[in-house]
């Protein structure tokens, strides 16, 4: 390995010698899915950059047989045999020497012949479990290489810059589906009912998004209308046998997605298929392997009778989502893995832009705001958390950075700028960006370029402290005796309180969004761009001011008591928009949980949504009212009954406005998800009748009654009654998730409600049953999530967590951010510094050094939550008498 330091210094890498670089694979695999094993050859055309005997690559796992080298510049005209082969298991390279030294600029074909396992970490050529109609447990075998696992699967230069083109042969019995990047070039039988499926060459790409899948399988297939693509795409999907019309809806979806986004960005999908094809076993949620993305069951198949909608909307976004990737993170590549944003966060901001073109009706930019906007806010608060751009040295780092700051705070940085320089410059400057740098890599500066071009505005100047700074501010406003203007002071925001002065020397650049009642247009000249400045405001004459129009800034904002009361008339009498609501509700929260306003703005506001009609305002009010509970779990039942008696009062007569069934067959599909969530909140709170009602529909559903609970009541209904309940409800909810005939979204669902259970004896059972066969390894998290919102559960979770810890450690070897999800589920819902102390203590005995950031996350939070928690409940509910 070499230490090689990126153009903009941001930090130094653990890089391959760069001696020698890849041009073309051409790669053969047989896979044996009885035996499990599989072998290989690989020719890879190398350039040589410097004149060397030695070549190093990647390789993990593999066995390399043999080793050569053939080349005109070698002095016997032909080939050599590697005098070593040396594996080395902690870089994961492979050294191969050489008895001639190839000259600088000279090219040559190293040919390997290997072998590996098709393993069960669901990373790297891997194999998964399916069931056929026969009831017969069968294997195909599938691939998962980002960020760094085509080295599992062959020989390869694994990094993102070192793109080559692929051929790819896979030689696999009669019976068999044989998948790979691109369309099939040649078929040709070789004896013992076996055949060599060969592909055509790939456009040049890096390794992390080849692919290859071989199976029964069946398939789909549509085409889009060529309209922007400049010829009809064909498209696929691919299901385990049986279950492919499951596939129509996302492949409607993918059809329509991939001639909107030849549109937007000004450039043609340039493979010749689309494939899409349902995993069983599969650790991410989707990935975008070019032109053969591989998918969770639950994100791709939709079951149109039974199918929730809310995991309807879901298989939308992750396939724009995973088709946005096409062209951002495929066509153009991050240099390197510090600009995973440049992937993931368009992706996120992409795939949600095609969803509301698609799906209007799903308000997909309001839902943006919780499901994103303030996911993001809520980990950036925490001194763990990592700027946009991080520094990445070595892929042990990588996997850490898949979260919701790469993602959701990518996407929210990406809303903000182009709210600000207009939609129009903002999409002309992204096709110019995927022009210049299409088959190529790019940094996050080429973008910045590319949009400061387009808009005629320095973008890096004012975005590069969004994305290499840690953090966002809190924007406190203080009112000017004068009566027509304010003076705003930005902070860094801590969940933990007052950021000290060491901690606080980052100014941003910040849009404020100023609005009044009596112009609701937003300001664009205001921004804040130094620690305080002052602005004009009539604030003396203005029945109300509200900053950050349509919550698309990304910081939280600190009124004075009397501009909190002004809002809050103003939500009350309908004055602010959907997103202006949440926003509100969201910072006031979260302000008086931190310690930086008082409690007393929070219940003013809360007040004012009590005729509240849209239902993602409900979700974002339900999630603050849970973080309460949450953080007051040791506080007294007395305290613990206040927060419940809030939470029934906001939620009951929700549910008894909506009632229970839908009120007609086309009814808004967000209706009846919020039909849903006040059922679950006002059951949870202890409404008697609420709970009366949904145990008697748990027992009329298992009864045969199926319209007990429609698609989108399901998992609060079984949540509730489960809750409440005892064995029998745990028992027929746990047979529901065994029952592959039922839908899978509704499946998984049991499974996560079954964590309610408030029985010791259930309890260690479902986390016996959690380890089991019946639960995919993929899904311990949905088994056990639950038990970490009980305060007797949380205990047993964590004790779970400690004695099953070298269990979970070689289960997810390979995938040890799996490990961090399962600290943070484990350890996040407790409070006390005591508590926060144990975990550490346990956690310093072990390796964590692949999942520290959620260690160290996890333990802020409760140390976080702890600081606040006897403080604003004690005030909460003094002032809520």
Not at 217 to 230: Q, R, V
Not at 839 to 867: C, G, P
Request: one cysteine or more.
């Amino acid at each position: 390995m070499c230490t090689s330091a990126s153009h903009n210094a941001i930090e130094e890498r653990e890089l391959l010698p760069t001696n020698v670089s890849p041009i073309h694979y051409d790669l053969h695999l047989a896979p044996d899915l009885d035996a499990l094993t599989y072998t290989g050859e690989v020719h890879i055309k190398v350039r040589i950059n410097e004149a060397t005997d030695n070549i190093v690559l990647h390789s993990n796992e593999l066995e390399i047989k043999e080793a050569s080298l053939t080349s005109t510049a070698l002095q016997s005209g032909a080939s050599i045999s590697a005098s070593s082969i040396t594996l080395k298991k902690d870089d994961e390279t492979a050294h191969l020497a050489f008895a001639q030294a190839l000259p600088n600029g000279s090219e040559a074909t190293l040919s390997l012949k290997f072998s590996g396992i098709l393993n069960d970490l669901m990373v790297g050529f891997y194999r998964s479990k399916y069931t056929d109609a026969q009831g017969n447990t069968k294997n195909m075998a599938t691939t998962q290489f980002e960020p760094t696992d085509a080295r599992r699967a062959f020989p390869c230069w694994d990094e993102p810059m070192q793109k080559a083109t692929f051929n790819v042969t896979l030689r696999v019995k009669e019976n068999l589906t044989a998948l790979s990047n691109m369309d099939v070039a040649k078929i040709a039988a070789v004896g013992d009912s076996l055949k060599d499926v060969s592909f055509s060459t790939t456009p040049i790409m890096s390794t992390y998004l080849l692919a290859f899948i071989v199976g029964e399988l069946d398939y789909i297939e549509a085409h889009t209308s060529g309209k922007h693509n400049g010829r009809p795409i064909p498209c696929r999907v691919y299901t385990a046998p049986g279950n492919s019309e499951k596939g129509r809806f996302a492949l409607n979806v993918s059809v329509q997605v991939l001639e909107y986004f030849a549109d937007v960005f000004g450039a043609e999908y340039p493979l010749p298929k689309l494939d899409q094809v349902a995993i069983n076993d599969f650790e991410a949620g989707a990935m975008e392997n070019w032109g053969l993305i591989t998918y969770r069951e639950v994100a791709l198949l939709v079951d149109e009778a039974s199918t929730s909608s809310r995991a309807k909307q879901y298989v939308a976004e992750v396939v724009s989502h995973e088709l946005a990737h096409q062209w951002f993170g495929n066509l153009v590549t991050m240099e390197w893995w510090s600009e995973l944003w440049l992937n993931e966060g368009f992706a996120t901001w992409v795939g949600t832009l095609a969803v509301g073109h698609l799906f209007p009706e799903y308000a997909i930019w309001t839902q943006f705001l919780t499901d994103n906007l303030q996911r993001a806010l809520s980990l950036d608060a925490l001194r763990s958390s990592h700027p946009i751009q991080v520094p990445v040295r070595r892929s042990a780092d990588i996997s850490q950075i898949f979260d919701a700051i790469s993602y959701s705070k990518g996407a929210s940085a990406i809303q903000m700028l182009s709210s600000y320089i207009g939609h129009d410059s903002f999409f002309k400057g992204i096709c110019a960006y995927l022009q210049k740098h299409k088959y190529a890599n790019a940094s996050t500066e080429d973008l910045w370029n590319a949009l400061s071009e387009a808009s005629g505005v320095d973008v890096s100047h004012f975005m590069a402290t969004w994305t290499r700074k840690i953090g966002y501010p809190i924007i406190t406003v203080t009112e000017l005796e004068n009566g027509s203007q304010i003076k705003v002071r930005q902070n860094r925001y801590l969940s933990a309180g007052k950021a000290a002065e060491s901690e606080d020397e980052t100014e941003w650049w910040v849009p404020l969004g100023i609005e009044t009642a009596e112009s609701k247009i937003q300001r664009p000249i205001d921004v804040l761009t130094s620690r305080e400045a002052t602005f004009d405001i009539p604030v003396s004459t203005s029945k109300w001011y509200k900053l950050n129009k349509d919550t698309v800034g990304i910081y939280r904002v600190k009124y004075p008591a009397s501009a909190v009361v002004n809002i809050a008339q103003a939500i009350a009498e309908g004055e602010l928009g959907t997103n202006d609501r949440i926003g509100v509700i969201a910072d006031a929260a979260s302000l008086a949980v931190s310690g930086h306003s008082s409690t007393s703005d929070f219940l003013t506001l809360l007040r004012a949504y009590a005729s509240e009609t849209e239902p993602v305002v409900w979700q974002e009010i339900a999630t603050r009212t849970d973080a309460l509970k949450s953080v007051w779990v040791n506080e007294s039942d007395e305290i613990k009954e206040k927060i419940h008696a809030l939470s029934r009062t906001l939620f009951s007569p929700l549910v008894k406005k909506l009632g229970w069934e839908a009120a007609s067959a086309d009814e808004d599909s967000l209706v009846g998800r919020l039909r849903a969530l006040a059922i679950s909140a006002a059951g949870f709170s202890g409404d008697a009748e609420v709970i009366a009602e949904a145990n008697r529909r748990f027992h009329a559903f298992f009864d045969g009654d199926k319209s007990a609970f429609n698609t989108d009541m399901l998992r609060a209904g079984f949540a509730v009654a489960i809750y409440h309940g005892g064995r029998a409800e745990f028992e027929k909810a746990k047979s529901y998730f065994l029952d592959s005939a039922n839908p899978v979204d509704q499946q998984l669902a049991a499974l996560s409600n079954l964590g309610f259970t408030k029985d010791p004896a259930l309890v260690n059972e479902l986390l016996e049953f959690a380890l089991s066969d019946s639960v995919r390894n993929q899904d311990v998290h949905q088994a056990i999530n639950a038990l970490s919102t009980g305060e007797a559960n949380r205990e047993r979770l964590w004790k779970w967590y400690q004695e099953n810890y070298d269990l979970l450690v070689t289960r997810y070897r390979a995938s040890m951010s799996y490990m961090g999800a399962l600290v943070r589920i484990s350890t996040g819902g407790f409070i006390g510094y005591d508590k926060a102390d144990e975990i550490e203590r346990f956690l310093a005995t072990k390796d964590t050094s692949k999942f520290q950031r959620v260690v160290d996350q996890s333990l802020e939070k409760i140390r976080s939550n702890t600081h606040g928690s006897r403080r604003t409940a004690r005030m909460l509910f003094a002032q809520s008498k």
